[in-house]
Structure formats: C-alpha cells, structure tokens
C-alpha cells in the first residue's frame, strides 16, 4: 500500500500551479513596503477580514505572539482554553516572550463556557495581574467555534475593556463548512490569524489583521523578533494563489475526513472522540492506541498519538480515492495483530 500522510494539513506540498505564482512573482524589499505582492497579499487579508490592516508574519505562532505582546504583556493576563495552541504548542512563548501570564479557563474540545469566563476576570488592583485580553481558537482540533459563543465573548470582554485574539489558523475550514464569511467571524475580535500554510497549501506564512494601531506595532515587534523579511513576494505570490483557488477546495478535506471517520466508528475496536471539519481524534478502549498508531505508520498510515488518541488531518495531499483506501484499511484492520 501506498504511504498516507494524515499527520497534519502542514505537511502538504505546494502544487505546479502554484509554484508558477511563486517563480512568477514581482518582489521588492518588504521591510521598506516595496514588495508589491506582499501588499497585494495584506490588501487581500484587510478585504476578507473587514480590519484596517493586515501583515504577513512568518507563522501562526508568531501571528499570536505578535498579539499576545501588543494585548498582553508584561504582568498582564490572557483567558485562554487549556487546549489552546498557546499553551499547548508554543513553547511557552506566552511568557517566556510576551511575559503575559496565561489563565486557563473552563472549556470543552477548547470551546470556551463563556458563562463561567466573567469569575475569571480580576477587579483591577494594583497588586493583581490585570486580565488583559481572551483567546479564541477556530477551529480547534477540527471543531467550529460557535459564532453566538464568539458573539458573548466579546461582549464581555468589551464590558471588562479587554481585548480579543482570535487564532484562526484553520478558520476557513470553518468559513467553508458553516457559510458564515471570514469578515463575520472577525467582527468578535480585535484581531485575527489565519494561516495560509495549513489547508490551503502554502509552503509557509500567516497573516495578522487589526486595526492600523496595532498594525503598526505589530510590524515593529515583528521587526524585533526577527520577522522583517526582504523579498517574501515569492512566498506572498503562494498566499494570493491559496487564497483564490484553495478555499473552496476545503471542503473536499471535510468530505474525506468524514469517509475516515465513519470508517472508524464502523469498527468494534476503536471509538471516535472528536471530530471535525477535516481533524479526527479516535482511541480505544481495548487495545494500547501508541502500538496501534505504531502499527498503522508502520503500514503506511501516517498519524499521530496524541493524549492517548490517534489523530487523523486530512489535507490537500489526500484525495478522495486514498481517503476511501484509507477507510478501506481501518475496516479490515486487526487490532490483534499488534500483539503479533
């Protein structure tokens, strides 16, 4: 059998077309605003998310921090979901570099309960951390934020003059399975990521929007933290490219992970745990998932285990055939033969 890779949407590589945008591109020097694909790139990030200004950063996690050091900072605090990629994925760049203190809230899957959030929230004293801002996720591990719970988040955090961050790495699978517009997610933040280097094929690069204050300190932070590129049309050129022709295609990630998934919840031996847009967790009750993941690598399936469950992401590098092939080798697969 043919190898698989279903460990993440980052893996996937770029398509001729697109290296044609990328070897096609005119650059200039970024750091002096010359680089006319670039801007055509932020022009088109200020359009879909209804913000003043966009930037392109080198990755989700700088894209974060950029926030977490502008909305945050030093003493300050950040409500966040403890399933939230900054604190799961980033190193503790929260506050080993924005020296903002992380407060995990109640959440389920990383969906805040924005009913328990305002006991969170500290009286301002000058002794106290002061609750600066909330992070969102959308999607997180797959699933879509509710966009009435997004709605009630920034009510309160207007109420308590905080700010919101909405990591939104994968948020057009979000966009593309509820039809809500990137612009009416972005209404509930004041500001918003989306990674163009996930589902949408680019070889690397986020994109950061809010309004022209915070754009401007996020250029000059990204300029601190090394982040002030020169000729990054080429990389921008594959971000223009994604942006016109990948979005829809998402969908066909969300189709195939739902062929995956109905194949795993066919079987005796494993149970689904999550599952959304084009992310899959399943684990099982009998038998040691990590010899399990093992086995399926092993075979050609590549996943990852994670908290005790298997994870699955389909990406641009599936299709809908291997999606099927793939469902095909969970329904006959033997969980005995990792004790083989």
Do not use: W
């Given at each position: 059998m043919k190898r698989y890779d279903l460990r993440s949407d980052t893996i996937t590589l770029q398509t001729p077309q697109m290296r044609?945008?990328?070897?096609?591109?005119?650059?200039?020097?970024d750091v002096y605003g010359e680089d006319k694909t670039v801007n055509r790139l932020e022009a088109m990030a200020r359009e879909l998310t209804g913000k003043e200004e966009s930037l392109f950063v080198s990755s989700g996690c700088m894209g974060n921090l950029l926030s977490?050091?502008?909305?945050?900072?030093?003493?300050?605090?950040?409500?966040?979901?403890?399933?939230?990629h900054i604190i799961q994925h980033e190193i503790g760049a929260v506050s080993a570099i924005a020296n903002t203190i992380p407060i995990i809230v109640p959440s389920v899957n990383g969906i805040i309960d924005e009913t328990k959030l305002e006991s969170f929230i500290r009286p301002y004293?000058?002794?106290?951390?002061?609750?600066?801002?909330?992070e969102v996720e959308n999607t997180t591990s797959g699933?879509?934020?509710?966009?009435?719970k997004m709605k009630a988040i920034k009510e309160i955090a207007e109420r308590?003059?905080?700010?919101?961050?909405?990591?939104?790495?994968?948020?057009?699978?979000?966009?593309?399975?509820s039809g809500i517009?990137?612009?009416?997610?972005?209404?509930?933040?004041?500001?918003?990521?989306?990674?163009?280097?996930?589902?949408?094929?680019?070889?690397?690069g986020s994109m950061l929007s809010g309004d022209k204050e915070f754009i401007h300190l996020a250029k000059r932070y990204r300029k601190m933290l090394g982040g002030g590129m020169r000729q990054i049309g080429y990389l921008a050129a594959a971000g223009i490219y994604a942006l016109e022709n990948h979005v829809e295609r998402l969908k066909e990630d969300h189709e195939n992970c739902k062929l995956i998934r109905d194949a795993v919840a066919s079987t005796s031996w494993a149970r689904v745990l999550t599952y959304g847009t084009n992310i899959l967790f399943f684990t099982s009750d009998s038998y040691d998932i990590s010899k399990i993941v093992k086995k399926f690598n092993d075979d050609g399936v590549m996943v990852l285990c994670e908290c005790n469950a298997c994870r699955v992401v389909t990406n641009i590098g599936i299709s809908q055939k291997?999606?099927?092939?793939?469902?095909?080798?969970?329904?006959?697969?033997?969980?005995?033969?990792?004790?083989?």
């Open positions: 044609e945008a990328m070897y096609r591109a005119e650059v200039g020097d977490l050091m502008i909305y945050g900072g030093r003493g300050n605090e950040v409500l966040c979901a403890n399933e939230s004293s000058y002794d106290m951390g002061k609750s600066a801002m909330i699933l879509i934020y509710p966009i009435e308590h003059n905080m700010k919101v961050h909405l990591d939104g790495a994968r948020i057009f699978n979000a966009v593309v399975e517009e990137l612009s009416e997610y972005a209404k509930y933040c004041d500001d918003i990521t989306f990674c163009l280097s996930k589902g949408l094929g680019c070889p690397v291997d999606a099927q092939e793939i469902a095909n080798y969970i329904k006959s697969f033997d969980p005995e033969s990792i004790n083989g």
